[in-house]
């Protein structure tokens, strides 16, 4: 006749049954996890490149920054001052192309791209998107932001007959929604993100040490 | 299971998921956007920042898993209640600093939230889990804790 199993014995059979199944289940949470970053970056297309008339600097630069914006986001204006004085500083270090990416919390945001392509299409698009980005404060409060954009415009010279047939061309909608879906494949989901020679990093903080890095090490 | 003890589970069970879907979407997504959310309170240096970015997401997954599941629960209640008890006293100090943050960023894109609201949640989940701690023998319920104790 068997004897029946100790209280004790089937209690620390429990306890490590316990132990063995947390175990697999904090393995099977870390490979869940792994299994899917490795799916979705396995898939991952590359970042197209952008139209000379959105980029600047020097197209040979070992610093290669793709950046994806939205007009209305402050830290993007920060962003952007940034990185034209640090571009006056060093010149030829870098060269930047801007992607479209607004952002839904931002009411203005695609009307803004919408105008910044279509400056584009002009050739004007740094000298608009310098001034959209330092009046920000000022736009981004109307409820109505096209008379400003409409009066930017005027001032800046655009041919106007061609940027009103521009803002009602489709094609314009297909760029934007095109980079913002470009961008979220790439897990971009705030702005500004930039993409320093394929490497991501988010807002200004990680972009000055990010370059201060590549500064110093071209100093070696 | 009375009627008072499926409370308990259900609480359980969603702050449970509401850590699985936190630590899940900033795991999935890349860390720097987390990072830039960490960054935006200006609390810590820019290593422990990147420390913090990394580490702090799996901690909420492990955690919503084991709270979801019911597994060493008196240990993550007190985990719980540490997380969000700091969450706390982040996203306070960022209100009393009046830091420009537009959203807090816990929930990466699913869920948008201004610091305020975040505050106010966490408060109240804060209180959930205090009170699912002194309940233990009720979150006991429904939980791998209760089958590996022999009780259903």
């Known amino acids: 006749m068997h004897a029946a199993p100790s209280k004790k014995s089937s209690f620390s059979r429990r ?173 971009v989901n705030s702005t500004p993100t930039y993409f320093i020679n394929n490497t991501m990093v988010v807002g200004q903080k990680s972009l000055s040490l990010e370059l201060e890095r590549l500064l110093s090490e071209q100093e070696k | 299971m009375n009627k008072k003890s499926s409370i308990f589970v259900i609480l359980r069970c969603l702050i449970g998921g509401l850590l699985i879907v936190s630590g899940a979407e900033k795991l999935i997504s890349p860390y720097q956007n987390f990072l830039y959310v960490v960054q935006g309170y200006a609390l810590l240096s820019p290593f422990l920042e990147e420390i913090t970015a990394r580490v702090i997401p799996w901690i909420e997954l492990m955690t919503g898993v084991f709270l979801f599941l019911g597994l060493w629960l008196p240990t993550v209640l007190k985990l719980s209640l540490a997380l969000f008890g700091s969450f706390m006293l982040v996203v306070g100090q960022a209100l009393i600093r009046k830091l420009p943050l537009t959203e807090c960023g816990c929930f990466g894109e699913f869920i948008s939230l201004p610091p305020y609201a975040v505050l106010i949640m966490d408060s109240v989940i804060f209180i959930v889990l205090a009170l699912l701690l002194k309940n233990i023998q009720k979150t006991n319920f429904l939980s791998l804790d209760g089958y590996f104790e022999g009780n259903p």
């Open chain 1, 15 to 187: 306890k490590f049954s316990k132990k063995a199944v947390s175990f697999l289940i904090v393995t099977a949470t870390i490979l869940a996890v792994g299994g899917i970053k490795y799916g979705l970056g396995y898939f991952r297309l590359g970042i197209q490149k952008v139209e000379m008339p959105r980029a600047k600097g020097n197209p040979q630069a070992k610093v290669q920054i793709v950046e994806y914006v939205d007009f209305q986001c402050p830290a993007c204006a920060q962003g952007s001052v940034y990185l034209k004085d640090f571009m006056a500083l060093h010149p030829g270090f870098i060269y930047l192309q801007l992607k479209h990416f607004p952002l839904p919390m931002h009411k203005h945001g695609f009307l803004s791209a919408y105008y910044a392509q279509c400056a584009a299409e002009q050739s004007k698009f740094w000298p608009f998107v310098d001034q959209v980005f330092e009046r920000q404060v000022e736009w981004s409060k109307f409820n109505d932001p096209y008379p400003f954009f409409k009066k930017l415009a005027q001032e800046l010279k655009f041919n106007m007959p061609q940027l009103e047939m521009c803002m009602r061309e489709k094609k314009i909608l297909e760029i934007v929604e095109r980079e913002k879906k470009e961008g979220k494949a790439l897990g």
